[in-house]
């Protein structure tokens, strides 16, 4: 799933109610997936590398805390992506307002 800068969901949002649950799925894989890599794929890198036993349990020790965040963080954004999909499904005259706003290609508000 992309992520930040002008990738991010407000740049790519979902058309409709479907691709906003494909964007939610995709977000909580990925989510997933991170954990599994820091909590098991990088110590078990570590310990093939020829680390000891201690050193590879220790990186799974560092690594729980950014382990146990990245799940929730995928939630937030699935649950972001399925309900900004379900509301440009039911006003697709929002989305144009709010990529224009987003992308700057409304003209300029003048303030008083």
Do not use: W
């Not at 999909?85 to 990529?99: D, F, I, Q, T, Y």
């Amino acid at each position: 799933m992309q992520s930040g800068g002008n990738t991010g969901v407000r740049f790519n949002q979902p058309r409709d109610a479907r691709q906003g649950i494909q964007q939610a799925y995709e977000s909580m894989s990925d989510g997933f997936s991170k954990s599994a890599s820091a909590l098991i794929c990088t110590p078990i890198n570590c310990y093939q590398r020829g680390a000891g036993m201690g050193s590879a349990f220790a990186t799974a020790v560092q690594a729980a805390p950014a382990a146990a965040i990245a799940p929730a963080s995928a939630t937030a954004r699935a649950v972001h992506c399925a309900l900004l999909g379900v509301r440009n499904s039911l006003n697709p005259e929002r989305k144009k307002e709010s990529l224009e706003k987003y992308m700057g290609t409304s003209p300029p508000q003048q303030y008083m």
